[in-house]
Nanobody, 122 residues
Framework: QVQVVESGGGLVQAGGSLRLSCVAT????????MAWYRQAPGKQRDLVAR???????NYADSVNGRFTISRDNAKKTAYLQMNSLKPEDTAVYYC????????????????WGQGTQVTVSS
């Protein structure tokens, strides 16, 4: 059973920082791209940041320079360091991972976590 689990959300004042973590568990063969998305109430889910298996990254314009995505392949974990937070960053943050499992190495699927709430007060 593959799971992707986020943690680290919470309530923070504007200008503060949070670090989100996303860990993939199960009978994993390889983890390729990992990404963070967010969804505010009444809005669509949007990409925040993405990191490839080789460490290449890209960011949404709205977070570029404030957020940093990283990963620890040995721990099967991706992180999102969020600095200089703004009220408009308030959303549920979701992680997803493109991965293959032992026994089905040629098949890559995308798995989503359940989300973690980030609330930034003004």
């Amino acid at each position: 059973q593959v799971q992707v689990v986020e943690s680290g959300g919470g309530l923070v004042q504007a200008g503060g920082s949070l670090r989100l973590s996303c860990v993939a568990t199960g009978s994993l063969f390889n983890i390729y791209t990992m990404a963070w998305y967010r969804q505010a109430p009444g809005k669509q889910r949007d990409l925040v940041a993405r990191i490839t298996g080789g460490g290449g990254t890209n960011y949404a314009d709205s977070v570029n320079g404030r957020f940093t995505i990283s990963r620890d392949n040995a721990k099967k974990t991706a992180y999102l360091q969020m600095n200089s937070l703004k009220p408009e960053d308030t959303a549920v943050y979701y992680c997803n991972a493109d991965l293959s499992v032992i026994g089905r190495r040629d098949s890559t699927n995308t798995y989503w976590g359940q989300g973690t709430q980030v609330t930034v007060s003004s």
